[in-house]
């Protein structure tokens, strides 16, 4: 919160960030409140930063005026510099500043935070492959299916043994 004067005018900002957590692939969605408790109007002006100076902040209106006792609501978008295509869930921590516009004093930040999710889990690179391994060995030890060839119209033994042959089976031997 943000207390000062100026002349015999109160200037009393509260700035919130709701929710102080997101998660998202792509973006995150934020409502900013700046609430004027002051006995005259306040212009506000917000701005936005993460740790890593790597992801884009865009507010809806970067400087808000909020008439005395009003809550001024200002949508923030957090996209991140790129997608997490494979992985696991990267946590980027933001701060939203606050700072009357023409006074050199800043509110104190407000602590807020995106949770960029994966598109896949981390996992799959785990268990693509084994499961791939197992419908292999399965396939393979599936028995195969072949049709049996009609050998009692063969003229001949020889005749039969080609058919059989064709079909890439083998005559028994006969015991006798």
């Known amino acids: 919160r943000h207390v000062g004067r100026i002349g015999n005018q109160q200037l ?3 700035t919130e960030v709701r929710p102080e957590r997101r998660s998202g692939r792509r973006k995150a969605r934020y409502t900013i409140a700046v609430k004027n408790r002051a ?13 890593d100076g790597a992801c884009r902040f865009d507010f809806a ?3 808000v005026t909020a008439s005395p006792g009003e809550a001024v609501e ?11 295509w494979i992985g696991r869930a990267l946590e980027r921590r933001f ?7 023409g006074a ?24 693509l492959p084994l499961l791939l ?10 028995p ?31 015991v006798q």
Do not use: M, Y
């Open 133 to 142: 391994a197992f419908a292999l060995v399965l396939w393979l030890l599936l």
């Open 39 to 51: 006995n005259a109007p306040a212009e506000a002006a917000l701005l936005a930063q993460d740790t």
């Open 144 to 174: 195969s299916k072949t049709v049996v060839p009609d050998v009692t119209k063969a003229e001949g033994i020889f005749e039969a043994q080609k058919q059989l042959d064709d079909s890439r089976l083998k005559l028994a031997p006969q």
């Open 74 to 84: 200002d949508p923030l978008t957090v996209r991140p510099p790129k997608q997490i």
């Open 104 to 127: 050199d004093q800043q509110l104190p930040p407000r602590q807020a935070a995106f949770s960029q999710r994966p598109w896949l889990p981390w996992w799959l690179l785990v268990a």
């Open 95 to 101: 701060q939203v500043t606050t700072q009357r516009v």
């Open 12 to 14: 009393d900002l509260e």
């Open 61 to 63: 209106a970067p400087t």
